[in-house]
């Protein structure tokens, strides 16, 4: 079955550490992207991906960094820098063009404390 | 910069009662539109999408919504609800313009009470 998926679903981590969620696709999709959760702001764009080797931020690239070494994995790290680390983080892949449709993994609620 | 508004954040009706879920969008030029629905431990899921051509669209379990260029709207609507769409309905636009970004609304809880 093709499809996105992220590991762990549940991480734990002291403030002050960096950590890594990852996201790989089986999907041969082009462009992918991080997303955050939050209760009442819906979900909010890390960062994207549209080609191998390539990426731009989103609205809240902050305190973030990812990498797209390969076409299958998108991985996102999580720096020290982030003010407010504790969140749902979403990972979704498309084909490009604006009427792609994105499909989502099933998230990696990250805690921090 | 292209952005996305739903009015309710939470919505409370009982089963057969019609739903009609708010959106409204800012950027003026050519847009694509989604909904997605989020049911409870489930990840997101494409509810319906427009890209052009007739603007009322029909999505999966008996949703629909409608384009309205002109008030910048894409309300979600489903005339009977049932138990089951208990679920958080994000609202979506994409452009080319905004570099093919995908940018949510802020969601809306609805919850069918049986």
């Known amino acids: 079955d093709g499809g996105i998926t992220q590991s762990p679903k549940y991480l734990f981590r002291k403030e002050g550490q960096n950590v890594t969620l990852s996201c790989e696709q089986n999907l041969n999709h082009d462009a992918m992207y991080w997303y955050r959760q939050d209760p009442g702001q819906g979900l909010r764009l890390i960062y994207y991906?549209?080609?191998?080797?390539?990426?731009q931020k989103g609205d809240i690239a902050e305190g973030y960094s990812v990498s797209r070494e390969k076409k299958e994995s998108f991985p996102l790290t999580v720096t020290s820098a982030q003010k407010n680390p504790t969140a749902f983080y979403l990972c979704?892949?498309?084909?490009?063009?604006?009427?792609?449709?994105?499909?989502f993994g099933n998230g990696t609620r990250l805690t921090v404390t | 910069a292209q952005s996305v508004s739903q009015h309710n954040h939470h919505v409370i009706l009982s089963e057969a009662a019609s739903l009609e879920l708010g959106c409204n969008y800012s950027y003026g030029g050519t847009v694509n539109l989604f909904w997605y629905v989020q049911y409870p431990g489930q990840h997101l899921q494409l509810l319906l999408k427009y890209f052009s051509g007739d603007p009322l669209v029909k999505g999966i379990k008996g949703f629909e919504a409608e384009f309205i260029k002109s008030k910048f709207s894409f309300n979600l609507r489903k005339p009977s609800v049932q138990w089951s769409d208990t679920a958080e309905y994000f609202c979506a636009v994409r452009s080319k313009a905004a570099g093919n970004k995908l940018t949510f609304g802020g969601g809306t809880r609805v919850l069918v009470k049986p």
């Open positions: 979704a892949s498309s084909t490009t063009g604006p009427n792609s449709p994105l499909h």
């Open positions: 991906s549209q080609i191998v080797n390539d990426f």
